[in-house]
């Protein structure tokens, strides 16, 4: 039988907050980038013009028929050469950690265009009509009357979405980024605590999500309202 043994775990506290602000800032970064060029693509999907729809379509369909850890793995392969011989960057900087920004903000931007695809489609069409009678171009429309009603009604959803994210970052463990779960478990290797360390960063994912769970509803009821 196993003796949980928590002592090690005040000690590790530090440690363990250098990886949580790799997991935050992966996060972060994201649903920014995410968020973006999730709103560019669902305005390609809803384009007249139809290469960019094609376009579009084909990015979403492909990166959500993909499962996420091996974009990870390819960009993982892949962002070292784009950055040190396309772009010129040092090979200094931190290639696990910039590798997993990119691959999640262009996955998870597939999802987010959907959301806000439909965020768009909801927006009812006569105000559309109204914005190109009155001579704005299809930009001018989206910016300026259609998507800041969409995104007060789509928020809720793109927060949700966003804690799918966190809790999708430890996967950056394939790479062997040390973000938070990374840490607990090389700490738990350690001190000859793994289970201890990997129950516990469990807890720490669980109450996290809870607590922004119970935050998003809270808005999502004000937002009906």
């Known amino acids: 039988m196993h ?5 090690g775990i005040p000690g590790a506290l ?3 907050w ?3 602000i790799i997991t935050f800032k992966i996060t972060l970064v994201a649903i920014v980038f995410g968020i973006i060029w999730g709103t560019i693509l669902a305005m390609f999907r809803l384009s007249p013009i139809k290469p960019l729809a094609w376009f579009a379509q084909g990015y979403v369909t492909i990166f959500r028929s993909i499962p996420l850890v091996m974009v990870l793995l390819w960009f993982f392969l892949i962002v070292p050469q784009v950055l040190q011989s396309v772009l010129g960057l040092s090979a200094d900087i931190d290639i696990r950690l910039a590798s997993a920004m990119v691959a999640f903000s262009l996955f998870e931007a597939a999802y987010y265009s959907e959301i806000i695809r439909a965020g768009i489609q909801a927006v009812p069409r006569g ?3 109204a914005s ?3 001579g ?18 789509m928020v809720p959803l793109l927060l949700t979405q966003g804690i799918v994210l966190f809790q999708d970052t430890s996967l950056v463990y394939v790479i062997s980024l040390a973000d938070f779960f990374r840490t607990a478990t090389n700490i738990g290797d350690r001190d000859g605590t793994n289970v201890e360390m ?10 996290i999500c809870v607590i922004a769970s119970s935050l998003v509803k809270g808005l999502q009821k004000k937002v009906a309202r």
């Not at 704005?136 to 009604?153: D, E, K, S, V």
């Not at 990997?198 to 109450?207: D, E, K, N, R």
């Open 136 to 153: 704005m171009t299809y930009g001018q429309a989206m910016r300026l009357i259609i998507l800041p009603q969409a995104f007060r009604a």
């Open 14 to 16: 530090p440690t363990l």
């Open 198 to 207: 990997v129950l516990f960063a469990g807890a720490v994912y669980f109450v």
């Open 3 to 7: 003796h949980f043994d928590w002592s």
């Open 18 to 20: 250098t990886g949580a």
């Open 127 to 129: 105000q559309v009509n």
């Open 132 to 134: 190109f009678a009155l």
